[in-house]
Structure formats: C-alpha cells, structure tokens
C-alpha cells in the first residue's frame, strides 16, 4: 500500500532530478520553495541536504525550517553550514547565497567546493577566523534581545525571548521557527518567564513600561496585565509562596513585588535595596521560599518571602548586580551573582556570608547567568558583554566551554535540552538569539591559532607579494601574506589594544604605523619585522593613524582621546606639528584628503563634526562640516568626478560624502541601521568611486555614492576596512578575512588578487 510518505519521497526525488539534471540555475520556483519540505514529508530530506546546489537555490527560510535546529547527527556538514548562516541569506539572490555558504565554510576550516559565482558580486578569497562551536541563529527582533527563557509548550521544546522592540517572540527550538510575535508593551521588554499560569501554558514579560503582562502560548492572546510599579519593570518569576502560585517582579523603582497568581492581587511589597533592582531568583531553605534579588547599589539581599522580612545583605559586589540564579550542589541549595565588577560569586543560599569561589577573568560585566547540569555534571551559563557565553563547573568554576559567535555583548543566557541534547540559548545586543549545540567534543569548537578581535587592517606591497597588517585586543600587529592570509610574523610593542594601523612604503621599504591604548603610536619595517620608532606625545588613547605624503617626504597623522591630531615626520621619527581644536571631545578619525595640489588632514571629533585643516603650516581656522548628530568614527578620502571628497561614518548610522573644496556636503548615505565604524574607498568596476562601510548592524555595504544604492555583505562584528584594486580586507571581531569584489570582472594583472603567491 502506497503511504503518504511514499508519495512525498517521489515527488522529492523528481523534482531533484529535473532539477539537477536542468542546472540548479534554472530550477522553478516551486521546487526551489517546496522541495524541502516534499524530503521532510518523505523522510529524505538529509539525504538530499548533502547536495550543496541545492542548498544554494532553495529559498533559505523554508529549507532552514525543514531542517530543523542542526542537532541531528546524521545531517550532513554541508546542511550544518547552511543553518550557522541561513538567517544571512534570507533576500539574498542566489550569487550571493553562494558567496556566503562558501565564506561560511572557510570561516571553519573546510571548502564545499562551490565554484566561484558570476551572479556574485563578491566571492571569498580566503579566511583566517575563529570558528565558533556549532549554534542556530533565530532572527527576527529588530532590536537587543534582553531575555530568554527556555520551556514547554504542550510536548515541544520552545523559547520565550523578549527585545527592546517591545516584542516578545515564541520559538519553536526542533524546527527554528518562530510560532508567535506577541505585541503590546510600549517600551522594552527586559525578562520573560515560562510556565502555568492560571493552570494554562504562559509567558509573563516584564517591560520598561512598569507592566509585566501575561500571554497565553496556545493562542498568543494575553491574559492579564500587572500594574504598580512606578518605574520599568527589570525582572519576573514564577513560584509558590505559602502553597499559593505567586508572581515575583523587580523594579528600578527599588522594590519588589510578590502578587498572588490566582487573584492577581498584589501580596506584599519589599523594599530595602537602595538602587533599582535588576534580577530576582526563588530558591528554598527549610520550606521557605526564599528570592533573591541583585540590585544596581551593587548588593545582594535575600528575602523571607513568607514572613516577607530580609534575611541577609551580602556586600561583596564592587559594581551593579545584573543577574543571580538559584540551583543545588552537592544536595545544597546555593546561588550565583555576577555583575558589573566581571566576576561571579557562588553562595551557599541558607546561611553563607562568604562566598563558595569566585570566578573571574570576564573582560567586561557579567549580565546573566543560568544553572543547571550538563554531562550529568552541574553548571553555570554566564553572558557577558565580552561577547561571549561561557559554560562553566559550578563545582569549582573551571571553564568547560567558551561559545563565542555573537558581535556585540550578551545580554541573557538560559541552560536546558532539546530532545535530550544539552543547549544553551543566548540572546545578545546583536539582535539575535542563538541556540548552542552543548554536546560536541569541547575540544571541536576550539582553534588556538588565531588571534582575539582584529580591530583595524591596511595592505600594502613588498615588491610583488601583497601584505596585511592587523591590529587588536592582543596587542599584536599581525603581518598576513595576500593571497592567503598566512600569518608572516607578529610585531609586539603595545602593551594595549591596537586601534588603528595605516601602512605604505618609505625609501623603498614596507612600513606600518599603529596607535594604540597605550597612548603610543609605533612605526615598523614591516619587511624585516623590525620597530623603527616609538612615537609619544597623545596623553591617552590613540583611536586613529593615517600616513601622507608632501615634498617626498613621508608623514604621519595620528589622533586621539586627548583632543588632538599629530602630524609627525617619520624620516626622523619627530612631532612636526600639533593641532588641538579646542572644545570638539575625542578624535575619532583621522585621514589624508584634498588631493596633491592642495593636500589636507580630514578629522571626525566626538561631537559630530568634521573638520579640515591644510596639510603645511596653516595656523588659520579649520574648515567645518557640519551634518553628523553623534560621533564621527571614521574617515576615508578619495576622488568623485575629478573633486576631492572625504567619507564620513558615525554613530548617528549615516555615511556622508563631503566636498573638501567646497566644503559641503554632496550625499548622505542611509541605510545602516547602528553606528559606523569603519569607512574605505576605492574605484569600482566603471572606475567611479566605491565606497565600502562596517557598521555595528551586522553588515558591511558596498555603496555607489551618487544614487545611494548599495549591496549588503553579511559580515559580522567590523571594526576595520581596507580597499585596493577591487579586493577588500575586513577586520572582525573574529579575525581577518578577505574578498574580491565584482568576481565577473577579471582583475588586471597588477591587482592584488594576481600577484603569485611565493612558495
């Protein structure tokens, strides 16, 4: 007898036939949107997952769906690769669909053999980035996503997440999906919790608005509304208090406030804490419900939540609470705080004053922390604005993995499983939620061999082999080969983060200038990996370095926290010139502009302006470009129609183009939808100007400046760009990685692309 799912695995396989047998290019689009889930129905679908064509004209969104959340360890590697990125190729054209399954593949060490595309208008040349430990990202918020909280829905694995869009959303963790987009709050939501309420399935959020509202999860429809509160709402729980189900929440208005589900009459309320109170978690001690609660005045107090009386203050914090999570060791009740001093404290709940162990070695604060086990074994989720989640023994603290994939700070964490697997759901200033695969070997998602966030790049030649030169957190400047991204050498001097480089050629040699937190800028011959000078004179941070050139003479630009722009004479390693503008704040960016008959150094200040100022001694006042509402964090010169221009980036999300002669401005470029904070320039195709950006959004864009239309690159976490001949070199907060743009246009023999590689 002929089953339904013997029906779908023939239509499956026909359709992949045709089309395979057709050229996947001129697939229709019916099988390129229900081929997978034809393969689903039939029981096929991982088999056909392996055909890497397929995976390319499949319209993304369905096929990710299909696929499911990627813990089935019979997927094959190439459908993993496809759902790292699958919320990255969502409107993309084919092309360019291609072009990031293959960048995906090379970001983690393998290759799916996906030939170069001419329907691409760019194509990974090569990647040396950390690969990250395998996760699912579910996209959808358009803003923060400050709290997650994983649950059940009537048998299927779900997760609550809650954004600073005011959304809270309801997925589906098997399948990825979204199944709900709740509305109501009017400001962000801040915490979400799962469970029964009213012995129905439900979602209580708490928002910015001082609601916390609940939402039935079969049929979205919300319930009821809490309302006291005078200011936002931080947190909520769910827990019985004297045998009656309760509702828990705390407020930046300092208290907290314990209702009664049943009657959604308030119970009591508990004030004390002297600051707002960020997070709250129930535990128990002799039969008393207990909570817990970390406050922004930097203690921990734990409350009797039957007698509503407070047990204890623990004072050991240096900075605000951000979050606190109750679970059991070794048959006790113990809890966790972390917040803004980068550590984490473990205390016995019932009588401890000292803390159990600390934890430490955060970069910046801890804002959410999670128990459970994992293994069998217990553990801590934590994550930080470092970026990073990490799982850790709640034992003794070791760390047992570091997950890192987000581009901006983790803001809520939760621990559970996925039809029996362990994962970690996280949710991140980036916009996104992720779903962690805790199963795989520790040692699978590690690689040593690169180095932490690669901030700023620049090329240059030495004779016929093309360099890069990055600069970072690790202090380092790295000098890559080209055309392969070979590490050459490292350069070690700064003894803080290195923000900016700028490099070129001086009598001959390849030379780099670097500026750094250290408050010094250093000049290196980059062909023997030598230190030509240590450059001081800026008091503090040095954000920007550019080089120029006037009389054959190579000089360098710098600039920085301390207000000022430095020109120095790098023949001789000396400060030539100062230029402090007086009131503006920090310099952000520096660069050389104005063209060779009239040469000028371009600067982006703090308070959003641009100014201009003649390269020679000038002494008069500088030219002021006014259009930017917040920091101007980077700055590109170049050429429009034979008219010197500068291209500006800034906070305020903007790209503007500048006539340096003129001194106006000719186009602002608005897309972005966060801070911009890398700019370059370059000629295109027609040999017009490029101009290529990295912002905070999660996107680098390729723009022409003349109409405003731009390509979007989907490259995360870009704090730095560099621009020749056609090929573009991003810095990331993962490494470095490089492209060639327009790969239908062959390049010209003297691009960099071309150069041979030497053995």
């Known amino acids: 007898m002929t089953t339904k799912a013997d029906l779908e695995r023939a239509i499956a396989r026909c359709l992949h036939g045709m089309a395979s047998a057709e050229g996947w290019e001129h697939a229709n689009a019916y099988t390129a949107h229900y081929l997978a889930l034809h393969a689903r129905a039939g029981g096929i679908l991982t088999e056909l997952a392996g055909d890497v064509d397929f995976l390319v004209a499949a319209e993304p969104e369905v096929l990710a769906n299909a696929l499911g959340a990627g813990l ?6 190439s459908a993993r690769l496809f759902l790292r990125c699958a919320h990255q190729l969502r409107g993309q054209k084919p092309g360019e669909r291609a072009a990031v399954l293959a960048l995906t593949a090379l970001e983690h060490g393998g290759s799916l053999g996906l030939a170069e595309r001419p329907d691409a208008c760019w194509w990974p040349l090569w990647s040396r980035v950390e690969p990250t430990a395998y996760h699912r990202v579910l996209a959808g918020h358009t803003a923060a996503v400050y709290a997650v909280a994983i649950g059940d829905m009537d048998g299927r694995p779900v997760a609550a997440t809650g954004s600073g869009d005011c959304t809270v959303r309801i997925w589906d963790l098997r399948d990825g999906v979204a199944l709900r987009v709740l509305e109501g709050h009017t400001q962000g939501v801040n915490s979400v919790a799962l469970g029964l309420f009213d012995d129905a399935p439900s979602v209580l959020s708490a928002g910015g608005d001082g609601t916390v509202r609940v939402w039935n999860l079969r049929t979205g429809a919300q319930s009821h509304v809490f309302e006291g509160h005078t200011h936002g709402v931080r947190t909520v729980v769910l827990g019985h208090v004297a045998g009656r189900p309760a509702v828990v929440t705390g407020s930046d208005d300092g208290t907290i406030r314990v209702w009664d589900q049943r009657t959604c009459g308030l119970i009591r309320v508990l004030e004390g804490h002297t600051h707002g109170v960020r997070c709250v978690a129930l535990g128990h001690v002799d039969d008393v ?8 005045d930097g203690a921990v107090r734990i409350w009797d939540l039957h007698q509503g009386t407070l047990l204890r203050t623990l004072r050991r914090h240096t900075g605000p609470v951000r979050s606190v999570a109750v679970g059991r060791l070794d048959g006790r009740a113990v809890f966790a705080s972390g917040g803004g001093d980068t550590r984490v404290l473990l205390w016995d709940l019932g009588e401890g004053t000292t803390p159990l162990s600390v934890v430490d070695g955060y970069t910046y604060g ?3 922390i999670g128990i ?4 069998g074994q217990p553990a801590m989720l934590t994550g930080s604005y470092d970026t990073t989640v990490q799982l850790l023994s709640l034992v003794d603290g070791a760390p047992l993995r570091v997950l890192e994939g987000h581009s901006e700070g983790v803001r809520s964490v939760s621990l559970g499983t996925l039809d029996g697997i362990p994962v970690a759901v996280s949710g991140s200033y980036d916009s996104t939620v992720r779903v962690w695969d805790l199963s795989e070997d520790e040692a699978s998602g590690h690689w040593s061999g690169q180095p932490e966030w690669q901030r700023t790049v620049a090329t240059v030649r030495d004779g016929g082999r093309g360099l890069v030169v990055t600069g970072g957190n690790d202090c380092r400047v790295q000098v890559r080969d080209a055309c392969d991204g070979r590490l050459l050498r490292e350069l070690q001097g700064h003894t803080d983060w290195v923000r900016s480089v700028a490099a070129g050629e001086m009598d001959g040699l390849p030379v780099a200038l670097t500026g750094g937190d250290d408050g010094t800028v250093r000049m290196w011959d980059l062909r023997h990996g030598l230190p030509l000078y240590v450059l ?3 008091s503090d941070w040095v954000r920007s370095v550019a080089l120029a050139r006037q009389d054959d003479h190579l000089l360098g630009l710098t600039a920085g926290n301390d207000g000022t722009v430095r020109i120095w004479d790098l023949s001789r390693g000396v400060t030539v010139r100062v230029i402090d503008a007086g009131p503006g704040g920090p310099v952000y960016a520096v660069a050389a502009g104005g063209g ?11 308070d959003g302006t641009v100014r201009a100022w003649p390269l020679g001694d000038g002494g008069g006042p500088p030219l002021m470009l006014h259009g930017h509402n ?10 429009m129609d034979g008219t010197p221009v500068a291209v500006t980036g800034g906070d305020d999300g903007t790209v503007r183009v500048w006539d340096l002669r003129r001194g106006e401005a000719l186009h602002v470029l608005e897309g972005h939808g966060d801070s911009v904070h890398a700019v370059a320039v370059g000629e295109g195709v027609d040999k017009e100007l490029l101009v290529v950006t990295g912002s905070q959004d999660g996107t680098v864009r390729l723009w022409d400046p003349r109409t405003g239309s731009h390509t979007v690159l989907p490259l995360t976490g870009c704090t730095g760009l560099a621009l020749r001949d056609r090929t573009l070199t991003a810095a ?7 492209l060639t743009l327009f790969p239908s246009v062959r390049p010209a023999p003297e691009e960099f692309t071309a150069a041979p590689c030497p053995s």
């Open 72 to 77: 089935d360890p019979a997927l094959p590697d």
């Open 289 to 296: 419900t207990v909570a817990v609660a970390g406050s922004h």
């Open 366 to 368: 801890v804002n959410s």
């Open 372 to 375: 459970g086990t994992t293994g």
């Open 536 to 538: 001081e004179g800026h």
């Open 596 to 606: 060779p008959e009239a040469p000028l150094i371009v600067a982006g200040y703090g």
């Open 630 to 639: 917040d920091w101007v964090r980077s700055v590109a010169c170049g050429e």
């Open 732 to 738: 990331t907060h993962r490494g470095v990685l490089a």
